[in-house]
């Protein structure tokens, strides 16, 4: 039972579910500070998703996908682009999520709460299946 436990824990997606965990609390926490702050919603969770991107290659590139990040050079450049462009899909649902609902009249932090799941699973895909896919380049 404990190793069947361990061998769940250590899948990939529950490793990326954590690493999201890591940079949606720089996120948020941005997100909630700008709030505060009477920045519009969009705006503030444009900027917490952009700053929660840079925790979120750190923590993906070390602990999820390890095995698959590309060598020094080219094809890291390759990756870590890609990578960008994936956030930048995930930044612009995000931005379009809070916006909207805002706009209608939804709380802002319960718009977040939806692009939150949305954009998780956009990106996930994107990065499992494109970003990060096992190449002659992986380490």
Do not use: C
């Given at each position: 039972?404990?190793?069947?436990?361990?061998?769940?824990?250590?899948?990939?997606?529950?490793?990326?579910?954590?690493?999201?965990?890591?940079?949606?609390?720089?996120?948020?926490?941005?997100?909630?500070?700008?709030?505060?702050?009477?920045?519009?919603?969009?705006?503030?969770?444009?900027?917490?998703?952009?700053?929660?991107?840079?925790?979120?290659?750190?923590?993906?590139?070390?602990?999820?996908?390890?095995?698959?990040?590309?060598?020094?050079?080219?094809?890291?450049?390759?990756?870590?682009?890609l990578f960008v462009?994936?956030?930048?899909?995930?930044?612009?649902?995000?931005?379009?999520?809070?916006?909207?609902?805002?706009?209608?009249?939804?709380?802002p932090r319960l718009?977040?709460?939806?692009?939150?799941?949305?954009?998780f699973a956009v990106?996930?895909?994107?990065?499992?299946?494109?970003?990060?896919?096992?190449?002659?380049?992986?380490?």
């Open positions: 039972m404990v190793t069947r436990v361990l061998r769940i824990a250590d899948t990939r997606l529950v490793r990326y579910g954590l690493a999201s965990v890591g940079a949606l609390a720089v996120d948020l926490g941005a997100f909630l500070a700008l709030l505060a702050l009477a920045v519009p919603a969009a705006a503030a969770g444009a900027f917490g998703y952009a700053i929660g991107i840079a925790a979120h290659w750190l923590l993906s590139s070390r602990a999820v996908f390890a095995d698959t990040v590309a060598e020094r050079g080219q094809a890291r450049n390759r990756q870590k682009a462009l994936s956030a930048l899909v995930g930044l612009a649902l995000t931005t379009m999520i809070v916006g909207v609902a805002t706009f209608a009249g939804i709380d718009a977040k709460l939806a692009a939150i799941v949305i954009s990106t996930w895909m994107l990065r499992n299946k494109v970003v990060f896919r096992a190449s002659e380049g992986a380490a």
